[in-house]
């Protein structure tokens, strides 16, 4: 049972536009997201991160977005570049110290 | 440069021929943790260290074994490889509880 989920395995985006990836939970007690970015033969990549204290967090381009009630949170992209083609994973500790639980990961590419 | 340093990076071997993969983190970290990545599974936690001489088992950890004899070093050990061992294999450490996770770049194992 997956307590964290990507339902969107893959996403296509035009340069330029916006890319929303979207991240499912089951837990209400979660209060602590981030998300990886993986580009291939690499390890993912910290990208951003969110405590559920906030409901948004932006970093540049970088934006997560978190509904508590829904059990929700998004990653947005603005303005997308080739560049940001890559795997993202949405992770959480799930209120343990010693792991992360991970989702199944988005490929997003991005069009020129 | 601050790393996670995995090797080798690929590796394919028979069933039952025991192997070990090396890791090592130039930074000092106390936390160093294994996760597998398999498709549609995300990556899921094997074996994780808190410190020197402390390991203990996470979600997925039979078949697998590790040691923690120094601070830098975490190797992955399989002693009898079977064919479901075959995965991208990811060593990854921390600076502190709640910092994000260093990643290394991956060893894909094929056991046949």
């Known amino acids: 049972d997956q307590q964290v989920k990507q339902n969107s395995p893959s996403l296509s985006v035009q340069e330029g536009r916006i890319s929303i990836l979207n991240c499912d939970y089951t837990n209400s007690m979660f209060d602590y997201f981030l998300w990886y970015k993986k580009y291939p033969a690499e390890g993912p990549t910290f990208l951003i991160s969110i405590s559920s204290i906030k409901d948004k967090n932006e970093d540049g381009r970088f934006t997560v977005f978190l509904n508590k009630s829904a059990k929700h949170l998004s990653l947005h992209i603005v303005p997308s570049q080739p560049g940001d083609s890559a795997v993202y994973f949405c992770a959480t500790p799930g209120g343990a110290t010693n792991k992360l639980i991970f989702g199944t990961g988005t490929l997003l590419a991005v069009q020129p | 440069e601050a790393q996670v340093t995995q090797n080798p990076r690929y590796l394919i071997t028979v069933t039952g021929k025991k192997l070990t993969v090396t890791c090592s983190q130039n930074?000092?970290?106390?936390?160093m943790s294994w996760y597998r990545q398999d498709p549609g599974l995300g990556l899921r936690q094997i074996y994780y260290?808190?410190?020197?001489?402390?390991?203990d088992k996470g979600d997925v950890p039979e078949g697998y074994k590790v040691s923690r004899k120094e601070k830098r070093n975490f190797p992955l050990i399989l002693e009898s490889p079977s064919p479901n061992q075959t995965s991208l294999y990811f060593c990854?450490?921390?600076?502190?509880?709640?910092?994000?996770?260093?990643f290394g770049n991956g060893t894909r194992l094929t056991v046949t």
């Open positions: 930074m000092n970290h106390e936390y």
């Open positions: 260290s808190m410190n020197v001489e402390v390991t």
């Open positions: 990854a450490s921390r600076a502190y509880t709640g910092s994000p996770l260093h």
